[in-house]
């Protein structure tokens, strides 16, 4: 999969006249609970030559490519990405963390690793993650059966939304990191479920785990209630930082 993915990017460079700056895994297996039959979710970043954003009309910033059974290819602008990174996008924030990483140019990751803390809004980075959590609590584990990759979905978001409540900080885009939150007496049931989800399909369901369950349903009501006093934090200069380092990178 590596040299499929590593020559997937090189023909796209050559396809769409563009250069690929950043490119890295955004899925379960950069979280770090894949199941063995989980696809590859590359995320990339890229630019096009100067000329491209000398015009009156912007085009488009996107690419999005038919997704297989292995691979789901996607891709943002340069300019785009930095104007999300400008409005704290949880996504970009979680690319840019990834603990696998398949190609970087001009040293773009660590350009761009001082700038995160203050261009991260904590209440933007709560109400993303809150978002996800409200279908963990209001769907995936709603009934007494329970997938088990949507049941792991939930809990890292609940734990990333607690990070940002309890620590008013970026949080880890991996599981690892996060569970240094989860109360002491659901670490084993945790463990078993890890275990269990590395050798299961992706459909794989569980009974509900009651007392993990009723945690999920109590990060969530935290989190809600946390919303309006966590404050929001952030650098003043981040555009200009960030207009900055477009430029440069264009050059």
């Given at each position: ?50 000329d ?97 990759k ?19 900080a970026?949080?880890?885009m ?12 659901l ?11 590395a050798?299961?399909d ?20 935290a ?5 309006e ?23």
């Amino acid at each position: 999969m590596l040299t499929r993915i590593q020559t997937a990017l090189a023909e796209l460079e050559t396809a769409h006249g563009i250069r690929i700056l950043y490119a890295c895994e955004s899925g379960s297996r950069a979280w770090g609970f894949p199941s063995p039959d989980s696809d590859y979710d590359v995320r990339f970043i890229y630019c096009h030559p100067a000329d491209w954003y000398l015009t009156l009309d912007e085009g488009p910033d996107t690419l999005n490519f038919p997704v297989d059974d292995e691979l789901d290819l996607a891709g943002w602008e340069l300019r785009k990405t930095l104007r999300l990174l400008r409005a704290s996008n949880a996504s970009v924030f979680e690319w840019l963390q990834s603990p696998v990483v398949y190609h970087e140019a001009l040293d773009f990751r660590r350009r761009l690793a001082p700038l995160l803390p203050n261009a991260f809004n904590l209440k933007a980075g709560l109400h993303h993650y809150l978002g996800q959590l409200r279908r963990g609590v209001e769907e995936d584990v709603a009934g007494e059966q329970v997938r088990l990759k949507r049941l792991f979905y939930a809990l890292r978001s609940a734990l990333a939304a607690r990070w940002i409540r309890e620590r008013h900080a970026l949080p880890p885009m991996e599981f690892e990191p996060l569970r240094a939150l989860l109360p002491q007496a659901l670490t084993g049931e945790v463990d078993g479920l890890l275990l269990r989800k590395a050798t299961a399909d992706e459909k794989t369901v569980v009974a509900k785990p009651a007392a993990l369950a009723a945690f999920l349903q109590e990060e969530f009501a935290a989190g809600q209630a946390a919303r309006e006093s966590v404050p929001v934090a952030r650098g003043a200069a981040i555009g200009e930082e960030l207009n900055e380092l477009f430029r440069e990178l264009l050059k």
